[in-house]
């Protein structure tokens, strides 16, 4: 499944539409040198308008400090110096920085320079607020199209269907429609797993050559923990989301790929990863991965409109994917195999559900309906930390303020048509669902507005 592309582009494409023309700049590169130098420039900064943090902060490398930026649900992005309180992205073209409002030696004013605008971000900013009704004017201003679903104590708050799910004369989206969830398919792979380690019949810390024969020595130490926090090293895919591909050729490809970074070293979002954790699922279980998933997740949690082929869609209720305003074939409808997608997507995403669905799936793991309470808190536990510490992963849930009462695991997923969001405050009982049959990049900040009006409440 595809990764979001990078959030940075979501702070000009998000609700508040504040984003205006940028100029192009060309300047010669110049090292920054030393942490003094740099001080001035680390804190946080916040875009206003959608209560996103943009981290500036350094790191020690072997020929001086570096300058890095980071954003929540994004990696980090080291900058050069280009001029004068000025900065580029090593590694992205287009995206540039200055620093402006020098006091008391700190900047207080970020201005991001993007390939589609530009946006100012200021040193510990307030958000700007926006209750629930003005977020739905705005989003069908902009044109909307998906199901939004908020839920407090239990109790739904919101929920309202946007836009169309196909083209013909009775194809608006409603609350039932049922979309492609993509990279959110990770947290049931995730679930999966810790469901066999609650059962003795696994261990997380059990490694690829317990499972697999021929495991070549640069991966034969990775450990289902690895795989289950991106720390394996494994690359982000191998081929396409729909290509036809066996399981013996799927893992000869995995097998011959180069590592990222050595195993357990580092953070690298990895589809493959949760591709082989599909198949060890299949062996520890013998089952195929959607039959278990459907026996031991999703009826225990009264799910009925989840899954890949197993339940019965009806023909209107699956929506198709729209990307510039033309209609795409259904998820379901793409090259897949009889037991659903080939190895490239299967089990890291691609199933379908419902924002329904989502929400009974939130209340079964928090009142512990599927997992135990010690396996929930494994599965809830900021295992991996990465990008300057501003960010965890755990076992297919990123994890924010873990030790606070605003404690929030959530993920993302985003492909060629399809987008969406799945916020959830275990302390508060707050569960937010955004699901979109478009690939906007805006969907992604919907979930953050939505929280902040709730939270304030």
Known sequence: MKKIKSILLLLITSLALMSVSCKNMKSKAKNVNTVNNLQQYVGEYMYEATGIIIHIYTKEKENGAKLYLFVSGDTESELIKTGE??????????????????????????????????VKAIRNGKVKIDDLTTIDKKLIKRGFSGVILVAKNDSIIFNKAYGKKNSKANGLNDINTVFSICSITKQFTAAGILKLSMQDKLSVNDKLSKYFDAVPKDKKDITIHQLLTHSSGLRIGIGGDYDAITEKKFIKKVFRSKLISPVGQEFHYSNVGYSLLTLIIEKVSGMDYETFLNENIFKPSKMYYTGYTIPNWKNNQVANGFLDGIEAKKPNEENWSNNGPYLNLKGNGGILSNTNDLLLWSKAIRNNIVLDKETTSKYFYPHFEYNGGNENYGYGWFIENH???????????????????????????????????????????????????????
């Open 85 to 118: 309180h000025k900065f580029a992205f090593k590694n992205e073209e287009g995206f540039k920085l200055e620093f402006n409002n020098l006091e008391n030696n700190v900047f207080n004013e970020l201005i991001l320079i993007q390939p589609q605008g530009t």
């Open 403 to 457: 030790n606070s009462e605003s404690k929030l695991i959530h993920h993302s997923g985003g492909g060629d048509f399809f987008s969406g969001d799945f916020w959830i405050y275990p302390k508060k009982d707050i569960t937010i669902i955004v699901l979109s049959n478009t690939p906007e990049l805006y969907v992604t900040s919907i979930a953050r507005k939505i929280s902040n009006y709730v939270f304030q409440e």
